[in-house]
């Protein structure tokens, strides 16, 4: 079984950044695709950004610019650098995994989830 725990969210103003992480426990996740998705309050859960196992990355248009998905997979850890935060971005932001080498922006492909982090940004 593998667990996901994300920190780094908080309240920010517009024009901020935050480094969102997210560390797994469990398995080691290097053979696994990684993702980020948000969830803004009465809205569906969206993709934001994936990264295969190999390191190909896709964003949501969105964001591209703005913000940047990394792992470590030494450390076993997936983060998510957010610049220029507007307060559109403002959701609960999750890291899950999926037990694939590729990347992927459907949220129904993703096997575990972490239990969220809130990002708020003011304007």
């Known amino acids: 079984q593998v667990q996901l725990v994300e920190s780094g969210g908080g309240l920010v103003m517009a024009g901020g950044s935050l480094r969102l992480s997210c560390a797994a426990s469990?398995?080691?996740?290097?053979?696994?695709?990684m993702g980020w998705f948000r969830q803004a309050p009465g809205k569906e859960r969206e993709f934001v950004a994936t990264?295969?196992?190999?390191?190909?990355?896709d964003y949501a248009d969105s964001v591209k610019g703005r913000f940047t998905i990394s792992r470590d997979n030494t450390k076993n850890t997936l983060h998510l650098q957010m610049n220029t935060l507007k307060p559109e971005d403002t959701a609960v932001y999750y890291c899950?995994?999926?037990?694939?080498?590729?990347?992927?922006?459907?949220?129904?492909?993703?096997?575990?989830w972490g239990q969220g982090t809130q990002v708020t940004v003011s304007s």
């Open positions: 899950a995994a999926r037990t694939l080498r590729w990347a992927s922006s459907r949220h129904e492909e993703y096997n575990y």
């Open positions: 469990g398995r080691t996740l290097s053979s696994y695709a």
């Open positions: 990264i295969s196992a190999s390191g190909i990355i």
